[in-house]
Every structure is written in structure tokens, then in C-alpha cells.
């Protein structure tokens, strides 16, 4: 059974329900799932402990790529599976835990979760859970539709289970390039300079004997949730795209731009889409994640690859991707979230960094993570390592929420993700700021007349212009700073 | 005459005086300027300038490695010379110029000022200003205790002008490593892989066509500035070399840690100061600058080699080094900026990052730039380059200033340069945090009974429980965030 999935003989024997696999596990065990942007995670192993944590809750520290897909971060929090979480998550349920302070959540860079695991910041590894589409001969584990940290869990793990996904079609194997970097100090320079370049193996390599079970699945990735571009996003899409034709006519970049990166959601994902209307033909993308408009510009020629360490896509999208990944096999390349974000490469390539931000302040400052200062959205992802090592960090906002009683654009941000020294270009539907080379008192102006929505231009323009009174390199009136905020708590607007 | 100095012999015709020299400028031109932290800044044509704009403003961009000496940017500020600075400073005329809002100034990464002038995100240098020890008969400029942005400033300027310093011992040559990236997308790896390695070349390359004139000086390098150790500098550093010993210990580090970085400032330089008592051998610096306590180390044996951009010393220290430069010919680097800051290489390297904060908050987010949130200080200089991509990210600071009315650890600083994601460790005299792989929940009780001073300690918990009481997953009480800095704005004290 399985030869052709599980091409080790005797890993056969290893074959086992999630319910016996679950029961490897112990309390307070530091645990690797795979799974990035709700893309190649477990499936069963989840359900399998939540099951097991009726009887005995497990309080796992639970390491992942990234989000998860199928609610598996929602029943795991709710159940007492897990209690401490990192570096990324993106699921209801459990941001409300972690907001109660239910549970802890680590919000890391997402380059720095597998240095931090080799270095033995974080604790090692018991248990590796990962999605594969086989086990090769010598032990090798193909990944499915992500590899995230997986390389980087088997690496260190003590057992290693793996989910064979019936679901996930062989042909996906030979689409991964693993590689990760070697201890120090024998570190040598990482050889990839150019997007599409291979520079590893096709499968994650292991030990055949640590591979403690294997459970067979057969369900598909949970679609991606990302919203459909509307007027708003096709505007923001507009302002980034000629700011893009700009650079090329000034001569600051040739018309096959810059390597793109785009973060997860509805907002880059329009950007991108925007871009097939565009005259850019064979760009490159070196990204954390792929969403449906990266397979629409690989289809319409405007991308001539894309690497990436996921690929997330809706189910009609997904399924046609599935269906016809020939077309695609040698113009994607997925890659450990070490390397696809990593600071080495991320200045080498140059990166162009499209992220978005829940607000962005009058100077420039970011904020990606924080509602009102103090509540977890998802997390800061990858912007971090895009926004300080690339060569552009744009990010991009409508410019109010919550049908108008939210500003994205504020006097002080209420929590930093990104600062002003490393944001390059602001964009909301109303237009573009472009701030390089320019200082505190003449961003904001700028800010606030191409960024803000109209409504508040003049309450900004007031605080900005009393700020100035105060003097400084970076003027404010600090205790009004963040009353657009508590405002906004007591009277469920910001509007003055 | 100059013979050994000018080695070209038709160059000797382009010797001429600062006030000749200084006649090429033209009111707005963009200038780059040899210096990094008072050394090997350019001494007759700033002051040539001031007496230039006499009669014509200037209204320079004025871009260096870091700061100058010789009081240089005060007097270009004072007198209209320089109208936009960047990328950082120290002097205290320029900073109240800044923080009037009579100079812009634009903070940046010092890793990042090179890029952005080879991209034309900067406008390009019309004058380069470099202090040498020597021109090479190929035209080859040798440069004197920094290196700055100089090679970047040579490559892409339209002309050039040499201080030839006389007091700089031609001993100097040889110890300088110029290398730069190439433009992309035909960048390859940096070929680095330990701090002492040499991969560029001894002299700045230059068309000898673009040397404009050369200008003759003799005068040394100002004196750093930094203070001598004291107790609390001391306490300080015993708590970061037991945390180190820790580490070793630990099996996360061999004895030999990683290479250090070390910010400039009085706290950084007597941290290692305190590593002349420790039992470590065979460190090696990766650092931006060598302080004192850099040659103290080396003479000692605690530090087998160093590798900065600049070397700053007192007086007596200064003297001492050059005329020994021998000791130190084989065990010192100096490189352009872009490389001893370059991301790929702290990443590499793994660097320990030791860097001064003007205040932390009690979730970790640190302030290296702005006091009271609004009035800059020096600048973040390399901080960031190391903190995000380094290995370790320390940061120290004593618990309290203005005499024990400011206290260095607040609910919620009022400007962020380093977020919570890129700190690891925090220190003040009271003890150290390690805030690896903890959630803000974690970190906010041991940052304030570890590191505030005892005096503000009661106040933090009681803003932090009721903080709790809001939730989230970084909880505040947001109208009272700020308030310990806008108490001390108006009544000279945080103290409730």
C-alpha cells in the first residue's frame, strides 16, 4: 500500500491512525507543525490532539510556518492543545485566546523563528509534524503546497510524523528547494542570486529511523480567504503601479523592476492583480507567499517566475493550479521561509516589499499588527525582513476602517511594527507618498494631503500644525498623540 | 614636494588652497563627506565652506558616514552651509538646528545610505570631500582612521577633493578593506565569512580625471568624547559578561562567542571595558567602530582582531596607536560602512549587538533617537542594521537620568526605533532581562522588577496591572502611556 508515496518499505510498518500517532505526544512539549499562510499544514494530527487534550490538556508550545488552515489554530487554542504560539497566526478563535491572555504569542520575523531554533534561543524541537506528498527512498519528505520551517523542524526534532496527504498530487514533488544555512561559525554565503535558482535538494532530509509515524490524510488545503480587489484596492493598485512606471522612466530600475514580495491578504493580492493591466512583462517575484493574482501573472506572461515558501490560492484557482502544474514546474520555486525572507538575500535581490498596514502615522511610522495599540490582529510576518533589508518597503492601507470611523492615517501610531526608518512609500486609495530622503517635517504634509481620507485631513493637519509648536525633529503634542485612538475606544469613532 | 603622499605627479598641480577648493561648490549641491564618529572627517573645507557661505548661503545636502569632528557640523549648520543632513550626527548646534526645524535631517540605517545613493533614491553626490593618508600613482585614495561612505561618495561623485592629512602616519595604508557591492542584478555574494578577512582592495579606486584638488591639512583627529566608566556602567557590564559566561555555559555559544558590536557612547565602550576583567580570550569584534576600549582589549588578548569603519579614540589613546601601528596591523580592518553593517554579514557572522537605548518600555520596544518622543538626540546610526539581523540584540542603559527625574523604563516609549521583535536582551545597572521567547506578557514583569530603578518600580507595576485589565496581547492604558513623559515636560519629573 502507499509504494509509490511511501517508497521505504519499511516505513509501511510506521503507518498509523492520528489517534495512535497523538498519543506520542506528552504535556508542556515543544511541537513544529508545517504549514504557512493555511497552505501544506497537518491536517489530522490537530484534530487527533485536540482529542487527546479532553483527557489530559497538552499546553504544547506550537511553532508553525505560519497560519494554519482548517480551524486547526482555533480548536487546538480552545482546547487547551496549545499555550504558547508562534511566530504567526491568523485564526479568530485563538486571537481572541491570545488577546485574553489565554495564550501566549511569540510574533516573530519569520526569518528569525529557524535561526532562533538552531541557535537554541528557543527550545529544541520534540516532535516535527509535517504535510508531505511522499517519503522517498532514502527518508526524504516532499512537501506539499508550503515548506515554511519544516526543513528546519525535522532538522532539530527527536520524532518526526508525517502526514501523507492523498490529496496533494505527486507531481508536486521536484517543485521544492530546500536549503538551509550552515551552523556557525562554518557559515558560508548562501548561493542563490537570482530568484528562479535552485540551490538545494527536492526533499527535506531525515533520518529514516526518527520518523516515528506516518498518517495518511486526504483532504485538501483550506481555501484561501482573501477578499476580491474592489474600487479601493483597483485605486491603490493604480497609485503603486505608476509609481513603478515612475522609478523605470527616472532610470532607477529597468522595466523588469526589482524582485516583487507581497504579503498575505486582500490588499497585495489586488495590487498584484492590478499589474496584469499593466505593460510590466517578465517580472520576478521572490515572496513568503503566492496568491491567486501570482498564478494569474504567471498565466498572463507578466511574471516570468516566482519563488516563494507557500502558495495559497482559492479552491477554483487551487484547483486548476493542481490540475495543470506542469505549466507552472519550472517557474515556481518553494523554498524554506529562512530563505525566501532571508536578510542576506532579501538585500542581495533587492526587493520590491508590498505589505499592508492597519495604520500608518503623519511621519511614517507602521503598524501591522496591533489593533488599537494593545489587541493582536495576526502578526508582523515577514514585512520586517522585507521593509528593512529590500530596496523599497511599500505599504499600502485603505485609509479609513470600519465604514469611516477609523483613520488608517493617525498622529501617532499606537503600536510600531516598522519604522520611519525603514519605509520607503505609503499608499492609500487616495494616492502615494513617497518619502525617501525626506524628513519628519516634510513627510508629514505629504502624508497627510496624498494619504489620509479627506475627512480627517483637517484634524491631522491641526494636530501637525500644533505639534509644530512643540518643536523637535519629529514634532507631536504627546498627549494628544494617541487620543484618536481612545477615542475611538470610548466613543467607537476617531472622528473629533 | 608631497612626493610620498601624491603620488601621481601630475596631481600635485591640483594642490591648492580650502578657499580654492571651496569655490567649486554651488548653492544646493548634494556633498559627501568623509568622517564616521569624529575620525577621518575632512578639517579645512568645512570651515573653508563657512567662510564661503559668508557671502552665499550654500544650503548643502551634506551626507557623511556619521558624525564629524572639529566642531565642523555645528559651524556648517550655524552659518547656512548645510540646509539637509543625514545619516547621522552628534553635535549639539546642528541638534538644536534639527530640532528647530533649521536643517532636515534624515535619520538612517548606516547600512542603507549607500544603497540608496547607488539606486538614485538619494540624488546623486556632486562633490566628494575624503580625508587620505596618501594618492596612489593609479590614483588610488588612501584613507585615514574611517572609511565611512567614502568609496560610495568616490564611486558615484562628479569630482573629487583630497585632504591630505599630514598627521596621519602613512603607516595607516594597508589597513583599510575597500569593497562594495556590485550594482544589480549582477550582485554576487559578499565574500566574507569571518571578521578579520580581507576581500576588497587597500585604496579607493578612482579615475584620477575626477580629483579636483587636493588640499593639504594637518591636524588630528577631535579626541571621542565618551566618558569613563562608573559604577553603574560597570554594573552594567557584569551583567551582560554573566549573561555571556551564561550562554557559554549553556552550549548556546562557544567560548570564543560570536563576533561583537559595540554602539559608540560611553555605556557600549565600557561594557567591553569590563571584558578586560572576564575570562574570555579570543573574541573578535564586527563592529561599526573601535573605541578605546577596542585596543585596550586587543592589548590584553581578550580580542584577537577587530573589524569596524572607524577607529575613535582619546587623545592618549590615539597617540598611542599610531605610533604603534604595527601591533595592530594584522588584527584590524577597516571597511566601507555598507559592509561592516551589511545585512548579509551580520546575519553571517551572527554578531553580538551591544547598543545604547535612551529609554525602553516595558513590552521591549526600545528609543535610541528621540528625547521626550519628539527631540532628536544623535541619530539610530548602525544600530538596526545589527539588532535586526544580528544574532543577539543587546541593549543597555542606565535605569535613570536627570538625576533620577527621567526613568529609562516607561509604560510605552515615546518614539520607536527598535521594535519588540528585534530586542533581545535589555540591561541597566539593576540587572538584565532576557526576553528570548517570551510574549509581552511575560516580559513586562521581568523588565520591571530586573532593570527599572527601584524608585519607579511601584508606578510600572500598578500601569501594568491596570493595563492587564484592558487585555490584548501587549495591553496599555492608552491615555496614560505617555503621560510619564508629558509629567516630566511640564514639571521637570516623571515621578507621580
Given at each position: 500500500?502507499?509504494?509509490?508515496r511511501?517508497?521505504?518499505?519499511?516505513?509501511?510498518?510506521?503507518?498509523?491512525?492520528?489517534?495512535?500517532?497523538?498519543?506520542?505526544?506528552?504535556?508542556?512539549?515543544?511541537?513544529g507543525?508545517?504549514?504557512?499562510?493555511?497552505?501544506?499544514?497537518?491536517?489530522?494530527?490537530p484534530?487527533?490532539?485536540?482529542e487527546?487534550?479532553?483527557?489530559?490538556?497538552?499546553?504544547?508550545?506550537?511553532?508553525?510556518?505560519?497560519?494554519?488552515?482548517?480551524?486547526?489554530?482555533?480548536?487546538?487554542?480552545?482546547?487547551?492543545?496549545?499555550?504558547?504560539?508562534?511566530?504567526?497566526?491568523?485564526?479568530?478563535?485563538?486571537?481572541?485566546?491570545?488577546?485574553?491572555?489565554?495564550?501566549?504569542?511569540?510574533?516573530?520575523?519569520?526569518?528569525?523563528?529557524?535561526?532562533?531554533?538552531?541557535?537554541?534561543?528557543?527550545?529544541?524541537?520534540?516532535?516535527?509534524?509535517?504535510?508531505?506528498?511522499?517519503?522517498?527512498?532514502d527518508?526524504?519528505?516532499?512537501p506539499?503546497?508550503?515548506?515554511?520551517?519544516?526543513?528546519?523542524?525535522v532538522?532539530?526534532?527527536?520524532?518526526?510524523?508525517?502526514?501523507?496527504?492523498l490529496?496533494?498530487?505527486?507531481?508536486?514533488?521536484g517543485?521544492?528547494?530546500?536549503?538551509?544555512?550552515?551552523?556557525?561559525?562554518?557559515?558560508t554565503p548562501?548561493?542563490?542570486?537570482?530568484?528562479?535558482?535552485?540551490?538545494?535538494?527536492?526533499a527535506?532530509?531525515?533520518?529514516?529511523?526518527?520518523?516515528?509515524?506516518?498518517?495518511?490524510?486526504?483532504?485538501?488545503?483550506s481555501?484561501?480567504?482573501?477578499?476580491?480587489?474592489?474600487?479601493?484596492?483597483?485605486?491603490?493598485?493604480?497609485?503603486?503601479?505608476?509609481?513603478?512606471?515612475?522609478?523605470?522612466?527616472?532610470?532607477r530600475?529597468?522595466p523588469?523592476?526589482?524582485?516583487?514580495?507581497?504579503?498575505?491578504?486582500?490588499?497585495?493580492?489586488?495590487?498584484?492583480?492590478?499589474?496584469?493591466?499593466?505593460?510590466?512583462?517578465?517580472?520576478?517575484?521572490?515572496?513568503?507567499?503566492?496568491?491567486?493574482?501570482?498564478?494569474?501573472?504567471?498565466?498572463?506572461?507578466?511574471?516570468?517566475?516566482?519563488?516563494?515558501?507557500?502558495?495559497?490560492?482559492?479552491?477554483?484557482?487551487?484547483?486548476?493550479?493542481?490540475?495543470?502544474?506542469?505549466?507552472?514546474?519550472?517557474?515556481?520555486?518553494?523554498?524554506p521561509?529562512?530563505?525566501?525572507?532571508?536578510?542576506?538575500?532579501?538585500?542581495?535581490?533587492?526587493?520590491i516589499?508590498?505589505?499592508?498596514?492597519?495604520?500608518?502615522?503623519?511621519?511614517?511610522?507602521?503598524?501591522?499588527?496591533?489593533?488599537?495599540?494593545?489587541h493582536?490582529?495576526?502578526g508582523?510576518?515577514?514585512?520586517?525582513?522585507?521593509?528593512?533589508n529590500?530596496?523599497?518597503?511599500?505599504?499600502v492601507?485603505?485609509?479609513?476602517?470600519?465604514?469611516?470611523?477609523?483613520?488608517?492615517?493617525?498622529?501617532?501610531?499606537?503600536?510600531?511594527?516598522?519604522?520611519?526608518?525603514?519605509?520607503?512609500?505609503?499608499v492609500?486609495?487616495?494616492?502615494?507618498?513617497?518619502?525617501?530622503?525626506?524628513?519628519?517635517?516634510?513627510?508629514?504634509?505629504?502624508?497627510?494631503?496624498?494619504?489620509?481620507?479627506?475627512?480627517?485631513?483637517?484634524?491631522?493637519?491641526?494636530?501637525?500644525?500644533?505639534?509644530?509648536?512643540?518643536?523637535?525633529?519629529t514634532?507631536?503634542?504627546?498627549?494628544?498623540?494617541?487620543?484618536?485612538?481612545?477615542?475611538?475606544?470610548?466613543?467607537?469613532?476617531?472622528?473629533?
Amino acid at each position: 500500500m502507499y509504494a509509490h508515496r511511501i517508497r521505504r518499505p519499511e516505513l509501511v510498518e510506521r503507518v498509523m491512525s492520528a489517534a495512535a500517532a497523538a498519543r506520542l505526544f506528552a504535556p508542556a512539549m515543544t511541537v513544529g507543525m508545517s504549514g504557512f499562510t493555511r497552505a501544506g499544514d497537518a491536517k489530522a494530527l490537530p484534530r487527533a490532539l485536540v482529542e487527546r487534550s479532553r483527557s489530559e490538556p497538552l499546553g504544547l508550545t506550537l511553532i508553525t510556518g505560519a497560519s494554519l488552515g482548517n480551524d486547526s489554530d482555533g480548536l487546538m487554542a480552545n482546547t487547551g492543545v496549545v499555550a504558547r504560539r508562534l511566530p504567526f497566526q491568523a485564526d479568530a478563535t485563538l486571537r481572541r485566546k491570545i488577546n485574553a491572555g489565554e495564550v501566549l504569542f511569540i510574533d516573530q520575523h519569520l526569518s528569525e523563528t529557524a535561526e532562533q531554533l538552531r541557535s537554541g534561543a528557543l527550545p529544541a524541537i520534540d516532535i516535527a509534524v509535517i504535510e508531505a506528498v511522499a517519503i522517498r527512498a532514502d527518508g526524504g519528505i516532499v512537501p506539499t503546497m508550503a515548506v515554511g520551517n519544516s526543513a528546519s523542524f525535522v532538522q532539530g526534532a527527536k520524532q518526526v510524523i508525517v502526514e501523507l496527504n492523498l490529496a496533494a498530487p505527486l507531481a508536486l514533488e521536484g517543485l521544492h528547494d530546500i536549503y538551509l544555512p550552515r551552523p556557525r561559525p562554518d557559515r558560508t554565503p548562501i548561493p542563490l542570486t537570482a530568484p528562479g535558482e535552485r540551490i538545494g535538494t527536492t526533499a527535506i532530509q531525515v533520518d529514516p529511523a526518527r520518523i516515528a509515524a506516518i498518517v495518511i490524510t486526504d483532504s485538501p488545503d483550506s481555501p484561501s480567504n482573501v477578499l476580491p480587489p474592489d474600487g479601493e484596492t483597483d485605486a491603490i493598485a493604480r497609485h503603486v503601479i505608476a509609481f513603478l512606471e515612475g522609478e523605470v522612466a527616472a532610470g532607477r530600475m529597468t522595466p523588469r523592476l526589482l524582485p516583487l514580495q507581497a504579503g498575505i491578504g486582500s490588499i497585495a493580492n489586488a495590487v498584484l492583480h492590478g499589474l496584469a493591466q499593466s505593460s510590466f512583462r517578465d517580472l520576478t517575484m521572490y515572496s513568503e507567499v503566492l496568491q491567486d493574482s501570482a498564478i494569474a501573472l504567471l498565466d498572463g506572461g507578466q511574471l516570468a517566475l516566482a519563488s516563494a515558501s507557500s502558495i495559497t490560492l482559492s479552491a477554483p484557482v487551487h484547483e486548476a493550479f493542481l490540475a495543470n502544474l506542469e505549466r507552472y514546474r519550472d517557474r515556481i520555486v518553494l523554498r524554506p521561509q529562512e530563505i525566501s525572507n532571508h536578510p542576506e538575500l532579501v538585500r542581495r535581490l533587492g526587493i520590491i516589499g508590498l505589505n499592508t498596514a492597519l495604520e500608518f502615522d503623519i511621519y511614517g511610522n507602521v503598524n501591522s499588527t496591533h489593533v488599537g495599540g494593545t489587541h493582536m490582529m495576526n502578526g508582523i510576518g515577514g514585512s520586517g525582513d522585507f521593509a528593512r533589508n529590500g530596496e523599497l518597503a511599500i505599504f499600502v492601507s485603505k485609509s479609513a476602517a470600519k465604514n469611516g470611523a477609523i483613520s488608517s492615517v493617525v498622529p501617532m501610531v499606537a503600536h510600531v511594527d516598522h519604522t520611519e526608518h525603514d519605509v520607503d512609500v505609503l499608499v492609500t486609495e487616495w494616492g502615494l507618498a513617497d518619502l525617501r530622503g525626506l524628513a519628519p517635517r516634510e513627510r508629514a504634509p505629504l502624508i497627510i494631503e496624498r494619504c489620509a481620507h479627506p475627512v480627517f485631513r483637517a484634524a491631522l493637519r491641526d494636530y501637525y500644525e500644533r505639534a509644530l509648536l512643540r518643536g523637535g525633529q519629529t514634532p507631536h503634542v504627546l498627549e494628544e498623540a494617541l487620543a484618536w485612538h481612545e477615542r475611538y475606544r470610548q466613543a467607537g469613532s476617531m472622528r473629533p
